[in-house]
T-cell receptor
Framework: LAKTTQPISMDSYEGQEVNITCSHN???????ITWYQQFPSQGPRFIIQ???TKVTNEVASLFIPADRKSSTLSLPRVSLSDTAVYYC????????????FGGGTRVLVKP | NAGVMQNPRHLVRRRGQEARLRCSPM?????VYWYRQLPEEGLKFMVY????????ESGMPKERFSAEFPKEGPSILRIQQVVRGDSAAYFC????????????FGPGTRLTVL
C-alpha cells in the first residue's frame, strides 16, 4: 500500500481557506485518493475521493496533479467546527481494500 | 438510511474477561471492516469480512481475537482474556460492492481494561 506523508498540524482562522497537501510518491495505477475527517471520540467521516484532476463536493475540493504523486484537500471558509484530524489515504480500486491510516493532520481553527 | 451502528459505545472489562463488540453495517452494505485506534494514533486495520466469510485477517493478533459476520445479525469482534494493552477504540466500517470502495465508519466502541 502506498505510504502517505502529510503535515502533522495546521492552524487557521474562521473564514479562511485551508489547504492540506499529502504526498504519495508510490501511488499505484489503480489507487484512489481518499480523505477522511475525524473528530475526538468519533469515527472517521468520509470527505472526498478522487482519482485524477479535480473533484468538488459540498464540503471540500480535491486537487490531484497529472503525476498523482500528491494531492491537496481544500476546505473553503472553515469554521470552528472544522477543527479535527484529517487523514489522507491511497488505495482501493476494488472492494475489500484495507485502509491504511497515517498520523493525519490536526487542523485547529481559531476564532 | 441509518449509518453504521456499533454497540456498546463504552465497555469496561477486567483483565481476563471477554469483550464482545457488535457492528451493524449500513443497509445494503455487504463488506465489514474492523480497525483499532490507540490514543493519538491513526486507525490500524484488523480484519475484513463479508457475510459468513473472513476475507482478510492480516491485522488481527494471532491469539485471543476473533471476528465473525454471520448470515443474520451484526458482525462481532470478540476479544478473549482481555489485557490492559487491549484498551483502545475499536471502529467498524462498511462498504457496498463498488470499485471506489468508500468505507463508512461507525462511532466506535471504547474498550477500557482495568
Amino acid at each position: 500500500l502506498a505510504k502517505t506523508t502529510q503535515p502533522i498540524s495546521m492552524d487557521s482562522y474562521e473564514g479562511q481557506e485551508v489547504n492540506i497537501t499529502c504526498s504519495h510518491n508510490n501511488i499505484a495505477t489503480n489507487d484512489y485518493i481518499t480523505w477522511y475527517q475525524q473528530f475526538p471520540s468519533q469515527g472517521p467521516r468520509f470527505i472526498i475521493q478522487g482519482y485524477k484532476t479535480k473533484v468538488t463536493n459540498e464540503v471540500a475540493s480535491l486537487f490531484i496533479p497529472a503525476d498523482r504523486k500528491s494531492s491537496t484537500l481544500s476546505l473553503p471558509r472553515v469554521s470552528l467546527s472544522d477543527t479535527a484530524v484529517y487523514y489522507c489515504l491511497v488505495g482501493g480500486g476494488a472492494a475489500g481494500n484495507k485502509l491504511t491510516f497515517g498520523g493525519g493532520t490536526r487542523v485547529l481553527v481559531k476564532p | 438510511n441509518a449509518g453504521v451502528m456499533q454497540n456498546p459505545r463504552h465497555l469496561v472489562r477486567r483483565r481476563g474477561q471477554e469483550a464482545r463488540l457488535r457492528c451493524s453495517p449500513m443497509k445494503g452494505h455487504s463488506h465489514v471492516y474492523w480497525y483499532r485506534q490507540l490514543p493519538e494514533e491513526g486507525l490500524k486495520f484488523m480484519v475484513y469480512l463479508q457475510k459468513e466469510n473472513i476475507i482478510d485477517e492480516s491485522g488481527m493478533p494471532k491469539e485471543r481475537f476473533s471476528a465473525e459476520f454471520p448470515k443474520e445479525g451484526p458482525s462481532i469482534l470478540r476479544i478473549q482474556q482481555v489485557v490492559r494493552g487491549d484498551s483502545a477504540a475499536y471502529f467498524c466500517a462498511s462498504s457496498p460492492i463498488r470499485d471506489e470502495d468508500t468505507q463508512y465508519f461507525g462511532p466506535g466502541t471504547r474498550l477500557t481494561v482495568l
